[in-house]
Structure formats: structure tokens, C-alpha cells
């Protein structure tokens, strides 16, 4: 069964240094999504992505995370400086288009599990 | 935007009862609701949605049921096991290319053998 990959799986990383998540979608689906899941909470959506354009960004804090996903394949995030409450799990997940009424759902990866020290 | 809020926050049954876990939705316009359970140290896998065309579906030992008047679903689970034990989480999104899944906080569900 296809998955959607990420990586590292777990990262440490001292406050004001940079940091970078990477994720491959599985393939062909055009939506990619990176969400943030603060333990003990649900994921929060940080950035959408349609094939290689951001259709939605407002939760992403544009100072010091950007993402990318430049053929419109795999993305990357990065955080830099990183602060200590950026402690989190980042999940990549996608799907074909959304959540259409065809009928697509979203597919989370493992994550990347990020302390910042 | 999408508030969705989930009852209680942890659920402890004796393996081979049945859990029912609720939730809450505030925007009218969504029609796309699934359930995801969570392992630790994992990713959300999904393990069952319903739309708003349907009250309710099922899937084995798992069930959701829907009521838009009231705006809320909820997830049943039949004969429950040990390896049930997870954290669920509820969400709701708008459907679209461009629709955003909210989620609930989530709830620890704990099967005692």
C-alpha cells in the first residue's frame, strides 16, 4: 500500500538554529497538506498545497516557516530560527484533490517529531 | 472558521464492550466528517468517514453516525479490543480542492482486558 514518506523521523535541535522537514506524497495525489500536532492535541493545518501552489497559508507563522513544493511533487518545511515552542510532530499527508465529494480522503505520514532544546 | 469539539477527552471500557465517542461541529456548510486513530509515536490513519449524504455507515466493528440538524457524529465501536487502544480523533472539512480539515483535540480510548 503507498504511504506518504517523511523525514527525519525525529530531530533535536538547538533554539535559533534552522531546521528542515522533508515529505514525498503518495503518487499522483495533488494536494499536500503539512500540519502541526502540538502533543495532546489535534493536527492544526499549516500550509496546503495544490500540485506546486500554496492554496492555503494563514496559519503559518511566514517569519520563520516557509514551504516549498517546487515540481509539485515533494515539500519541504523549514523552520528557522527555531524557538523552543515549536516542540511539536509536523505531519505531511495528502490526497488525490482535497476532500471532493468524489470521494478523496487524506492520508497522514508517521511525522517528524522536532524538540527544540 | 470550523470549531469541532470532542466528548469526553478519555474513555476507558472492559474489552468487549461497546465505546461511543461524540462530536461537535459549528460550521453548517460542512459535509465531509472522518474519524482517524492515532497509535503512539504514529501517524492518523483513517479509519472510517461519512458525508453528508448518508446518516450513517459501517464498516465491520466501527459505525458513525451523523445528524446535520444537530450538528454532531459520532464514532461506535463494537466488541472492543486491547489493540482499540489508541486516540481518536473526530474532523470536519467543507468539500473542495481547496477545503481545510479542522480536528478535534482528540480522546484517549483505553480497552481494559
Known amino acids: 500500500e503507498a504511504e506518504v514518506a517523511q523525514s527525519p523521523r525525529y530531530k533535536i535541535t538547538e533554539k535559533s538554529q534552522a531546521v528542515a522537514f522533508w515529505c514525498d506524497p503518495i503518487?499522483?495525489?495533488?494536494?499536500l497538506y503539512w500540519y502541526r500536532q502540538i502533543l495532546g492535541q489535534g493536527p492544526e493545518l499549516l500550509v496546503q498545497f495544490q500540485d506546486e501552489s500554496v492554496v492555503d497559508d494563514s496559519q503559518l507563522p511566514k517569519d520563520r516557516f516557509s514551504a516549498e513544493r517546487l515540481k509539485g511533487v515533494d515539500s519541504t518545511l523549514k523552520i528557522q530560527p527555531a524557538e523552543l515552542g515549536d516542540s511539536a510532530m509536523y505531519l505531511c499527508?495528502?490526497?488525490?484533490?482535497?476532500?471532493?465529494?468524489?470521494?478523496?480522503?487524506?492520508?497522514f505520514g508517521e511525522g517528524s517529531w522536532l524538540t527544540v532544546v | 472558521g470550523e470549531n469541532v469539539e470532542q466528548h469526553p477527552s478519555t474513555l476507558s471500557v472492559q474489552e468487549g464492550d461497546s465505546a461511543v465517542i461524540k462530536c461537535t461541529y459549528s460550521?453548517?456548510?460542512?459535509?465531509?466528517f472522518p474519524w482517524y486513530k492515532q497509535e503512539l509515536g504514529k501517524g492518523p490513519q483513517l479509519i472510517i468517514d461519512i458525508r453528508s449524504n448518508v446518516g450513517e455507515k459501517k464498516d465491520q466493528r466501527i459505525a458513525v453516525t451523523l445528524n446535520k440538524t444537530a450538528k454532531h457524529f459520532s464514532l461506535h465501536i463494537t466488541e472492543t479490543q486491547p489493540e482499540d487502544s489508541a486516540v481518536y480523533f473526530c474532523?470536519?472539512?467543507?468539500?473542495?480542492?481547496?477545503?481545510?480539515?479542522?480536528f478535534g483535540k482528540g480522546i484517549t480510548l483505553s480497552v481494559r482486558p
Open positions: 474532523a470536519a472539512s467543507r468539500t473542495g480542492a481547496n477545503s481545510k480539515l479542522t
Open positions: 503518487s499522483g495525489h495533488a494536494t
Open positions: 499527508a495528502s490526497s488525490l484533490a482535497g476532500t471532493s465529494a468524489s470521494g478523496n480522503t487524506i492520508y
Open positions: 460550521d453548517s456548510a460542512s459535509n465531509y
